[in-house]
């Protein structure tokens, strides 16, 4: 299976932006890209995914390198709340079906 | 509208007992999926399950471990005579569709074995 390689963690000022970044240089054509975020003592939430194109909602924002592999997660202005650990994560076509495969993700510590 | 529901949320087991974790997904929700979470790790597939069937299971243990989604009810993942590499927290999601591309988590079930 395809892999996601994160950095263990990150620190950011509150109202910075953010870069997250991942590499998955194994990925495969048809495997989109993934990213939840995980809070303490709870279960991940979606953040963003795709597969090509650079993508943007009202959360972040997903840059992906032109080969795919290589993706960057962008909070624009990081908020205490942001802190989390952020999985980068490829879903996986396999049998008719899909799985995420999850990295070992980046604790954001995000400072006041 | 309810998100996906997991209980217990803390599970005590000693050596040798048996664990069932259950999981309710949310409303509409016919896919359900079980993940395993080990101390400072991140989350390992286990089983990929719709109602009544068990589509992927490549993720799971061959021995000790099982789950199950019946027509009525919540899944259950049954682990039989725990031991403490078994103790993780054990997460469901849930989706509408297979290939939706979000998939809803429960809180998790932290499951400790003495």
């Known amino acids: 299976d395809a892999k996601t390689t994160q950095p263990n963690s990150m620190e950011s000022n509150e109202e910075e932006p953010v870069h997250l970044p991942c590499n998955h240089s194994?990925?495969?054509?048809?495997?989109?890209i993934h990213w939840y975020r995980q809070l303490p003592s709870q279960g991940p939430e979606y953040v963003i995914h795709?597969?090509?194109s650079n993508v943007n909602n009202r959360m972040a924002s997903l840059a992906i390198a032109e080969d795919r592999k290589s993706s960057t997660l962008i909070l624009h202005r990081a908020t205490l709340r942001d802190a989390a650990v952020y999985y980068c994560?490829?879903?996986?076509?396999?049998?008719?079906?899909?799985?995420?495969?999850f990295g070992t993700g980046t604790r954001l510590k995000v400072l006041a | 509208n309810a998100g996906v529901m997991q209980n217990p949320r803390h599970l005590v087991r000693r050596r040798g007992q048996e664990a069932r974790l259950r999981c309710s997904p949310m409303?509409?929700?016919?896919?359900v999926y079980w993940y395993r979470q080990l101390p400072e790790e991140g989350l390992k597939f286990m089983v990929y399950?719709?109602?009544?069937?068990?589509?992927?299971e490549s993720g799971m243990p061959k021995e000790r471990f099982s789950a199950e989604f019946p027509k009525e009810g919540p899944s259950i993942l049954r682990i039989q005579q725990v031991v403490r590499g078994d103790s993780a927290a054990y997460f469901c999601?849930?989706?509408?569709?297979?290939?939706?591309?979000?998939?809803?988590f429960g809180p998790g079930t932290r499951l400790t074995v003495t």
């Open positions: 999601a849930s989706s509408p569709t297979v290939d939706l591309y979000e998939q809803y």
């Open positions: 194994t990925i495969s054509g048809t495997d989109y």
């Open positions: 795709g597969l090509t």
């Open positions: 994560i490829l879903r996986h076509a396999t049998s008719g079906t899909y799985k995420y495969i």
């Open positions: 409303k509409g929700h016919s896919h």
């Open positions: 399950l719709q109602k009544e069937n068990i589509i992927d």
